[in-house]
């Protein structure tokens, strides 16, 4: 069984134990994990000290050399990725190979964000007036609170860890309750690597409501980077505007995964297999609603359905495992509460059943006849669910897309090229997948719009969350 990190909360670069301590356990059996530290007040309030502390030395440091740091980083998670890999199944549930993916997957914001860490540039003005230079140039934000998920353990912490450090902020993150062990596992190799006391502080907290609230209370955070869901970020930015600091969300999705009359209907398959059991249905990301056009639903929905059989649902940890167990009872009872209003109302099973709440392993289920009443299609499933609808044409499958308060991002198949680009376009969406089941990389901007957020992550405009610009005028002659 992997290694456990030290189980309390890492402050100013030390192990700090808590007299509070809460459970971690096994999603799959309930099996004990680890006790953890509670972080209190007075502990979450020593790391803001100690990042506030740590600020003004890591802000001097040379972009290159915090590069380095994250680009160590990097390597160090890659050569512990069984052991990572494993304590992420253990405590979120998922399948060893999509934990095995994840540590690649946050590994590589890592090294993106050391190379950007080089390339924080500025810029030079033509000025109106002689004798003026005007120049920008790009500063940290300062230390900066980073709430995040159980759902990606790994990837979302280190998607804001390396924009933050790379752009000179210090960091406070707090991680879900569910799963504070990655969390404590990446502190265990910043320490390693040599990152200075206090640029990395971790403080897992059973009430995250309390700990964000602190956080988003202390007066030297300067900016609060949140993922998670739509209404715990509505609340974060009401008390972060009470204190104007710069705040980045990355909330829920429902997203539509769009197959028209011209799809590659087995490539519509494959990435259907990706964007909607990914994590087990359990991802900000995951396709929602199915919109297939009437001319083709039969053909996607059979080909569909032969290769859900396929998944092996089991324990995490089992190699050959596709469908580990949802993550807690609350998720298994919202599935199940999603699909009883579905079937109630009309919705037609084509393979699974919905769960009967004994365990929180969930067999996939695939639906037909979905209204847009059913309230699986307004809110997030984040179960193995394929709802299924039909479209009459392009226009009604792009309106039937749009029909939601969130834009994280939108799938869509379709061979035509100008199709592509048109219906791309419509969707209203900060991310669109065409004929890609899988946007998720480091190298682009990842967030949405609408109630799925604001600010992006990854990508070269990462930094730009972590940094505000700063221009100079000056008189040269
Ligand atoms: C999420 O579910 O919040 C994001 C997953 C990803 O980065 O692909």
Same mark, same amino acid.
């Given at each position: 069984?992997?290694?456990?990190?030290?189980?309390?909360?890492?402050?100013?670069?030390?192990?700090?134990?808590?007299?509070?301590?809460?459970?971690?356990?096994?999603?799959?059996?309930?099996?004990?994990?680890?006790?953890?530290?509670?972080?209190?007040?007075?502990?979450?309030?020593?790391?803001?000290?100690?990042?506030?502390?740590?600020?003004?030395? =890591?802000?001097?440091?040379?972009?290159?050399?915090?590069?380095?740091?994250?680009?160590?980083?990097?390597?160090?998670?890659?050569?512990?990725?069984?052991?990572?890999?494993?304590? %992420? &199944?253990?405590?979120?549930?998922?399948?060893?190979?999509? +934990?095995?993916?994840?540590?690649?997957?946050?590994?590589?914001?890592?090294? =993106?964000?050391?190379?950007?860490?080089?390339?924080?540039?500025?810029?030079?003005?033509?000025?109106?007036?002689?004798?003026?230079?005007?120049?920008?140039?790009?500063?940290?934000?300062?230390?900066?609170?980073?709430?995040?998920?159980?759902?990606?353990?790994?990837?979302?912490?280190?998607?804001? !860890?390396?924009?933050?450090?790379?752009?000179?902020?210090?960091?406070?993150?707090?991680?879900?309750?569910?799963?504070p062990l990655s969390a404590l596992a990446l502190a265990q190799l910043a320490e390693t690597v040599g990152i200075p006391p206090g640029v990395i502080n971790i403080v897992p907290a059973a009430d995250g409501g309390r700990a964000g609230g602190r956080l988003?209370?202390?007066?030297?955070?300067?900016? !609060?980077?949140?993922?998670? +869901?739509?209404?715990?970020?509505?609340?974060?930015?009401?008390?972060?505007?009470?204190?104007?600091?710069?705040?980045?969300?990355?909330?829920?999705?429902?997203? *539509?995964?769009?197959?028209?009359?011209?799809?590659?209907?087995?490539?519509?398959?494959?990435?259907?297999?990706?964007?909607?059991?990914?994590?087990?249905?359990?991802? %900000?990301?995951?396709?929602?609603?199915? !919109?297939?056009?009437?001319?083709?639903?039969?053909?996607?929905?059979?080909?569909?359905?032969?290769?859900?059989?396929?998944?092996?649902?089991?324990?995490?940890?089992?190699?050959?495992?596709?469908?580990? *167990?949802?993550?807690?009872?609350?998720?298994?009872?919202?599935?199940?509460?999603?699909?009883?209003?579905?079937?109630?109302?009309?919705?037609?099973?084509?393979?699974?059943?919905? *769960?009967?709440?004994?365990?929180?392993?969930?067999?996939?289920?695939?639906?037909?006849?979905? &209204?847009?009443?059913?309230?699986?299609?307004?809110?997030? !499933?984040?179960?193995?669910?394929?709802?299924?609808?039909?479209?009459?044409?392009?226009?009604?499958?792009?309106?039937?897309?749009?029909?939601?308060?969130?834009?994280?991002?939108?799938?869509?198949?379709?061979?035509?090229?100008?199709?592509?680009?048109?219906?791309?376009?419509?969707?209203?969406?900060?991310?669109?997948?065409?004929?890609?089941?899988?946007?998720?990389? *480091?190298?682009?901007?990842?967030?949405?719009?609408?109630?799925?957020?604001?600010?992006?992550?990854? +990508?070269?405009?990462?930094?730009?969350?972590?940094?505000?610009?700063?221009?100079?005028?000056?008189?040269?002659?």
């Amino acid at each position: 069984m992997s290694e456990l990190p030290p189980c309390d909360a890492f402050v100013d670069g030390r192990w700090v134990p808590g007299s509070q301590r809460f459970s971690v356990k096994d999603p799959f059996d309930d099996a004990l994990i680890a006790e953890v530290t509670d972080s209190d007040d007075a502990m979450i309030d020593a790391a803001v000290d100690a990042a506030a502390r740590a600020f003004p030395g =890591w802000k001097r440091r040379p972009g290159p050399e915090r590069g380095r740091l994250l680009a160590q980083l990097a390597q160090r998670m890659l050569s512990a990725e069984r052991r990572l890999a494993e304590l %992420c &199944t253990r405590e979120n549930g998922k399948a060893l190979k999509e +934990s095995i993916a994840e540590v690649r997957y946050a590994a590589s914001f890592f090294s =993106w964000f050391a190379g950007e860490a080089e390339r924080t540039y500025g810029e030079t003005i033509p000025a109106s007036q002689p004798g003026q230079r005007l120049t920008v140039i790009r500063e940290p934000v300062g230390p900066a609170a980073l709430i995040t998920p159980w759902n990606f353990p790994y990837a979302m912490l280190t998607r804001k !860890i390396g924009a933050a450090l790379a752009a000179g902020c210090t960091i406070v993150a707090k991680p879900a309750a569910l799963t504070p062990l990655s969390a404590l596992a990446l502190a265990q190799l910043a320490e390693t690597v040599g990152i200075p006391p206090g640029v990395i502080n971790i403080v897992p907290a059973a009430d995250g409501g309390r700990a964000g609230g602190r956080l988003c209370g202390a007066a030297a955070i300067r900016k !609060i980077s949140f993922t998670g +869901s739509t209404q715990v970020g509505m609340v974060l930015m009401r008390n972060a505007a009470a204190d104007l600091k710069r705040v980045s969300l990355e909330l829920g999705g429902n997203a *539509p995964f769009v197959v028209l009359a011209d799809a590659d209907i087995d490539a519509a398959v494959s990435g259907a297999m990706v964007a909607k059991f990914r994590n087990t249905g359990q991802s %900000c990301v995951a396709a929602n609603r199915f !919109i297939v056009d009437a001319s083709v639903a039969d053909t996607f929905t059979t080909k569909l359905c032969a290769s859900v059989a396929r998944l092996v649902v089991g324990r995490g940890l089992d190699p050959d495992v596709d469908i580990g *167990p949802l993550v807690d009872d609350a998720s298994v009872a919202k599935v199940k509460r999603l699909l009883e209003d579905a079937i109630g109302r009309g919705a037609k099973v084509l393979l699974g059943a919905p *769960p009967d709440g004994k365990t929180r392993l969930v067999a996939p289920i695939v639906l037909a006849g979905i &209204t847009p009443q059913m309230q699986l299609w307004r809110e997030e !499933i984040f179960g193995p669910v394929v709802a299924i609808r039909t479209a009459a044409d392009e226009a009604d499958a792009i309106a039937q897309a749009n029909d939601t308060e969130f834009g994280l991002v939108s799938y869509l198949y379709t061979q035509n090229g100008a199709r592509q680009i048109r219906v791309a376009e419509a969707m209203e969406s900060g991310m669109v997948g065409v004929n890609e089941g899988l946007v998720s990389t *480091p190298q682009a901007p990842f967030g949405g719009i609408k109630h799925s957020g604001m600010g992006r992550e990854g +990508s070269r405009h990462g930094i730009d969350d972590y940094s505000n610009l700063k221009y100079i005028a000056t008189r040269i002659g």
